[in-house]
């Protein structure tokens, strides 16, 4: 095997260890209690030096977790419009959301401050720029009223990240429900 090919062999192992460190904190940061290194390393079968090659702290580990919830919260906009007429997306996203209000709910808890307050500052843009883009096309099909603006939305839905598991789960799929016959044209 030559030197590239080894090489070539390495690095897609080692991309294949970070999604699996990230699929298992993804789904660690959501049980109870205090994330812990040594159970995200076990869960996906490593090394904990692996995982600290990877991710150095925890509040690192965090981090990515939510950006990568970001990432895909905001993709998910255009393609759930590509499927879905303008008002039966934004409503589909809004069930996306509330798994991310999840997510964004645990690691602020974990991380520090400034972490979050980083964070907050890197997806509000993307995050409210998917928004305006489903309230553009509701408005263009004429189902989202004319004076509903991204802010707005994100004001309303940021709630849902203040509700604990219990209380998301009886009542975030009513009120993001309320929300979107607000939104109706």
């Known amino acids: ?15 294949l260890n970070r999604e699996r460190i990230l699929e298992a904190a993804r789904r660690l940061v ?15 079968g490593i090394g904990q030096g692996t995982l600290y090659r990877h991710f150095p702290t925890r509040e690192a580990l965090l981090a990515e977790v939510y950006r990568q919830e970001v990432d895909e919260l ?14 039966e997306a934004l409503a589909a996203w809004f069930d996306r959301v509330a798994a991310y209000a999840r997510v964004k709910r645990d690691v602020f808890a974990a991380v520090e401050a400034a972490t979050w307050q980083d964070l907050a500052a890197h997806s509000l843009g993307p995050i409210g720029d998917a928004v305006d883009l489903l309230l553009r096309a509701g408005r263009a099909a004429g189902t ?12 309303l839905i940021s709630w849902l990240s203040r509700l604990d598991d219990a209380e998301l789960d009886a009542r975030g799929s009513r009120l993001l429900a309320i929300l979107i016959d607000g939104l109706r044209a």
């Open 74 to 87: 905001v993709a998910a906009a255009p393609q759930l419009l590509e499927e879905l007429p303008p008002l």
């Open 1 to 15: 095997m030559s030197a590239s090919a080894s090489s070539s062999a390495r690095r897609a192992d080692a991309q």
């Open 144 to 155: 989202i009223r004319p004076d509903a603006e991204a802010r707005d939305v994100i004001v």
């Open 30 to 44: 959501r049980e109870p209690g205090e994330l812990k290194l040594n159970a995200v390393a076990k869960a996906c």
